[in-house]
């Protein structure tokens, strides 16, 4: 049944959707060349105004008071919460699924993010409809707000997830721990020694990246101060993402660094620069860490957004393939203990054991012959 129309609906709520609901359009593309497919985000002002604007209060929220999104968070852990906010948000949100659902005709439905999930969930009740649809979870940890109802699949993260779901009642069938999908491309890099030879970055040399997704969140110019402390000489990868105030200042502070610094904004190399690192200083979210993961990058975590990047940390954390600098703590003395003696190999081989490189292979794969393609 070739030709079928395949909707992969996401929201630009930081990066990490995104990159999930590409990898998976990729794969798609790859392993079944005549779907016709059309990737939405849900969250842009060309989708709608007013979802978009809901998106710039949230992001303003994170700035200036994070501890509300806190409060929002463990709330709608439980049931009955979860339940409250994901009805107001689907009941907003419905007119435009309903737009979208008539201008693109789509055969199949593929959620990256809860919003548009409950959205096409209540559409499907709604208007008795047996439209397929799988949500894939760009989290480590299991919340709530992704569960909704009429869905075929459930793509997630850990094991230790799918058991939770089980445990309320879902459908064994329904339940597939993959792994957070990434792209096929990491898999097909060059090794670390070929990447820093294209960067210009000599061998001996130690090598950290500092991101903050692609907002440019994560007090970066905090951590270059703190990196001047180190003696000994690095090179430093910084990507400002979006953020184009940080990376004026980033650029202003490379010229006065006692370190070898090369400065990106948004970039599409974002890969290339974590494959040739030795460390990553970053915010925990949940896709930088997967491709951390697959890349065999130890990582150093600060300043989580409350709740999924929390969680986020202490997987990672807890499966020794990071650090978690917690407030008050020094970055500087953390680095140095992480480059003496063999902290930071045994970090890479553990991280490696937590990567799901074929995620997005076995998420199409099981859409594609639920579908019937």
Known sequence: MAGKKIMILTASIGSGHIKAAEAVAEELQRQQ?????????????????????????????????PNLYDVFYKLSSCEMGASCGKNMFAYFMLPVFRRLQREHQPDYVICTHPFPAETVSLWKEREHSDLSLSVVMTDYSL???????????YFMATEAMEQGML????????????????????????????????????????VIMLMGGGLGLGGIEKNLQELEKIAQPLTLLVIAGRN???????RNFAASSRHDMKVWGYTDEVRKLMGAADLLITKPGALTISEAFALGTPMLLHDPIPGPETENAVYATKHGAAIWLHPGERLSPAVEEIFAGEALSGMRKRALACARP????????????SAGF
């Not at 779907?35 to 998106?55: C, E, G, N, P, Q």
């Not at 184009?244 to 980033?250: A, S």
């Not at 998420?363 to 012959?369: A, D, H, P, S």
Request: proline share 4%.
């Open 33 to 65: 060349p005549e779907a016709r497919i059309v990737m939405v985000d849900f969250m842009a002002r060309s989708t709608s105004f007013w979802h978009w604007l809901t998106k710039k209060i949230y992001l303003e929220m994170l700035n200036f008071v």
């Open 143 to 153: 919340h709530q707000m992704w569960l909704c109802r009429g869905v075929d699949h």
């Open 167 to 206: 445990q309320q009642d879902f459908a064994r069938e329904t339940l597939h721990a993959t792994g957070i999908p990434i792209s096929r491309a990491l898999r097909f890099l060059p090794d670390k020694g070929a990447l820093r030879q294209q960067l210009g970055i000599a061998p001996e040399r130690r």
């Open 244 to 250: 184009e105030q940080l990376l004026q200042k980033v």
């Open 358 to 369: 074929m995620a997005s292979e076995e998420i199409v794969k099981i859409i594609l012959q």
